[in-house]
C-alpha cells in the first residue's frame, strides 16, 4: 500500500495518474495548500522541501520519495511499467525517457509556473515578466509538437515522460497560452486524456474531498512561491 500526499495540482496529476496507470494501491491524503500544511513539521519528515506531491511506501519499509519526477521513476522501477530496465541493451530508450522527463522537470513546469504567478496572480502586473514566461512556454510547447510530428509518444511508446508532460501542457490555457494550433500536441493530449486511467488520475483528489477545483488550488498554491 502506498499513500499520496497531493493537491489539484498538475505536478500532483502526475504522480496520481502513474499510481492509476500502474494498478496499484494507495491511499490518498490531501494537504491544504491554503492553509500551509504542506509546511507543517509533520509533513517536512516526508518531504523536506514542503511541497506536494510526496509519497510513502508502506510495502517497503515506509520509504518516502518526493519530487514529482523522482515519484514517476521510483514507481516505474518498482512495476516495471513506462520505463525500458537500467540495461545496456535498454539505455537508448531508457535515456529517451529520461531526456523527455527532465525536459518538463527543468523547462515546461517551472516556466509554466512562473508564467501562471505573473499572468494570474501578481498583484503588480508586469509585462516583460508576462511575455517572457508565455513566450518560453510557447516555445517549449513547440519543442513538444516538433517531437510528435514524427512520434506516437515522446519517447516512442507511452512512458513517464508521456505522464509528466501531459499533466502541464495540457493546462496551456491556463498559463494564457494559446496551443490549439500545435496539431500533433493537440493530437497527442487527446490520446493521453482519454485513457481510463489518466481520467481516474485526474480526479485525485477527489474535488468533493476538498471542496476546491484545481483553478483554485493552483491559486491558493501561490503562497508557496518565494
Known amino acids: 500500500m502506498i499513500t499520496l500526499f497531493t493537491a489539484a495540482t498538475p505536478n500532483g496529476r502526475k504522480a496520481s495518474i ?9 491511499n490518498v491524503r490531501p494537504l491544504e495548500l491554503g492553509n500551509g500544511e504542506q509546511k507543517q513539521e509533520w509533513y517536512l519528515q516526508i518531504n523536506p522541501n514542503g511541497r ?3 509519497i510513502v511506501d508502506h510495502d517497503n519499509d515506509d520509504f518516502a520519495v518526493f519530487e514529482s519526477g523522482a515519484i514517476l521513476i521510483y514507481l516505474a522501477e518498482k512495476t516495471g511499467h513506462f520505463l525500458p530496465p537500467n540495461t545496456l541493451e535498454n539505455s537508448k530508450d531508457r535515456s529517451l525517457v529520461m531526456q523527455w522527463l527532465m525536459f518538463q522537470m527543468g523547462g515546461l513546469g517551472p516556466m509554466m509556473g512562473q508564467a501562471n504567478v505573473f ?6 502586473k508586469i509585462p516583460f515578466a508576462i511575455e517572457r514566461y508565455q513566450k518560453e512556454t510557447r516555445r517549449l510547447l513547440e519543442v513538444l509538437d516538433t517531437r510528435l510530428a514524427d512520434n506516437e509518444y515522446l519517447a516512442g511508446t507511452y512512458s513517464i515522460a508521456d505522464i509528466a508532460n501531459f499533466s502541464w501542457a495540457r493546462t496551456a ?26 481520467q481516474r488520475g485526474l480526479d485525485v483528489p477527489p474535488e468533493g474531498q476538498l471542496g476546491k477545483s484545481d483553478d483554485e488550488f493552483v491559486k491558493s498554491a501561490q503562497k508557496m512561491v518565494t
Open 18 to 26: 502513474m499510481l492509476e496507470e500502474c494498478a496499484l494501491d494507495y
Open 119 to 124: 499572468f494570474r496572480y501578481a498583484e503588480e
Open 173 to 198: 490555457n491556463w498559463s494564457g497560452v494559446e496551443s490549439r494550433d500545435l496539431e500533433h500536441l493537440s493530437r497527442w493530449i487527446e490520446a493521453i486524456q482519454v485513457r481510463p486511467a489518466v
Open 52 to 54: 506536494i506531491p510526496a
